[in-house]
């Protein structure tokens, strides 16, 4: 096994509020981008040749990443002009696999943060001998996902993609967005047009009598989609509860970066990452959140489970808690922001001009 695709396009991605410019597979996650850690951990597993199927310009990616032998890769960018969904991104890609026929070829979505072994999906591949492979999770609610129910061998019986009525919700067993496809699935994706893998491919390969396979993982798995998994993830990656070897320094109750400067009153906990050249101040508390680059915590600050983007600053004794910080805004001091706000990049909010109540 050598060959990996990297699915980083799409729509929404780039839009997908963060509130941070910088497109979100970049967005730092325990101090590096978060790609970095996908695809160190494949390359752990062995994966030496990594296609990163983009639709946005592939210069967000090429200078951080390069040819990727600084990770022991070779990695290679090809760029949709308009996304191509899920399946089009891997057969616009095709022509830049070595895989023969009948050789597996691993597909990560961009935006999933696990602990699966790799290792053991390809196993599962090549001892049941199917045509495709997933990793399933059970997640308590499944709307948001691929419903993947299977027979008591694990050989996958239907494939609902986001379901929309509760009859559609026949199991617990969700699409944790790794596959190992054999490369000649791979070449029957049509090449003219967007073709979604999850609505089009996997139920057209069952109804032609295709075998899909089932690996059920429950190591840590979490879908990076919002802001407050984002930061949840991050926090779990420095923790140690999700495992990466990207990870810039040992594991613990915080990250802070090489040239970030942290009061040594200021209290960091619950796998809180401070970014390059941030600033914490004296006795503001930062619990399970993620200050990127440049940006500043003043003195007495609280900040629960909250992301504050690139260059954004929160004034002196405000209280953040699941709060979205955007790039380069400042919040000024003795605000309280609660329950999912969201600061979009650039604002201002002025000193003391918000404060939460739920009036309960
Ligand atoms: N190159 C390219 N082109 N990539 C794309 C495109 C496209 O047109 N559309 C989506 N992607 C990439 C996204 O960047 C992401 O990494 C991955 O494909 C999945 O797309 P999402 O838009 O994040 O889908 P989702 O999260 O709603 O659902 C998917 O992931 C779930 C698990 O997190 C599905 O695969 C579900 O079945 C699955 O349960
Ligand atoms: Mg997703």
């Not at 942290?262 to 619990?287: Q, W």
């Amino acid at each position: 096994m050598t060959e990996a695709i990297l699915l980083v396009g799409g729509k929404g991605t780039r839009l997908r509020p963060l509130t941070v410019h910088t497109p979100k597979p970049m967005v730092p996650a325990a101090g590096v981008p978060f790609l970095t850690h996908q695809l160190a951990r494949a390359r752990a597993a062995g994966v030496e040749h990594v296609v990163l199927a983009t639709s946005y310009l592939a210069e967000v990616f090429e200078p951080y990443f390069g040819d990727g032998s600084s990770l022991g890769l070779h990695l290679e960018y090809v760029t949709e002009e308009e996304p191509l969904g899920t399946g089009g991104a891997l057969r616009n890609v095709a022509s830049r696999l070595h895989a023969a026929p009948g050789d597996p070829v691993l597909v990560f979505n961009g935006d999933v943060l696990t602990g699966l072994d790799i290792a053991s999906l390809v196993d599962t591949h090549r001892t049941t001998g199917a045509d495709v492979s997933l990793h399933l999770t059970r997640v308590a609610d499944p709307r948001a996902y691929g419903l993947v129910p299977t027979d008591e061998a694990g050989r996958v019986t239907a494939f609902l993609e986001k379901p929309q009525t509760p009859e559609e919700i026949v199991t617990d067993q969700i699409n944790a967005g790794a596959y190992v496809f054999t490369r000649s699935v791979i070449d029957t994706i049509p090449n003219d047009r967007p073709v979604s893998v999850e609505r089009e491919t996997f139920p057209g390969l069952l109804a032609d009598g295709a075998h899909l396979q089932g690996l059920l993982d429950s190591t840590y798995w979490l879908d990076l989609g919002t802001p407050h998994a984002f930061v949840r993830g991050s926090a779990d990656l420095v923790l140690g509860r999700a495992p990466s070897p990207a990870v810039p320094g040992p594991r613990g109750e915080y990250l802070v970066l090489d040239t970030a400067d942290v009061a040594p009153d200021a209290k960091l906990a619950g796998g809180t990452v401070i970014g390059a050249r941030a600033r914490v101040g004296s006795g503001a508390e930062v619990t399970g959140s993620t200050v990127l680059d440049g940006a500043v915590v003043e003195p007495g600050a609280q900040v629960r489970d909250s992301l504050i983007g690139t260059g954004a600053r929160v004034g002196a004794r405000t209280v953040l808690e699941g709060a979205v910080i955007g790039d380069h805004a400042a919040v000024g001091p003795d605000n309280e922001l609660r329950d999912g706000v969201r600061i979009w990049c650039d604002s201002r909010i002025p000193a003391g001009a918000v404060r939460f109540s739920s009036d309960q």
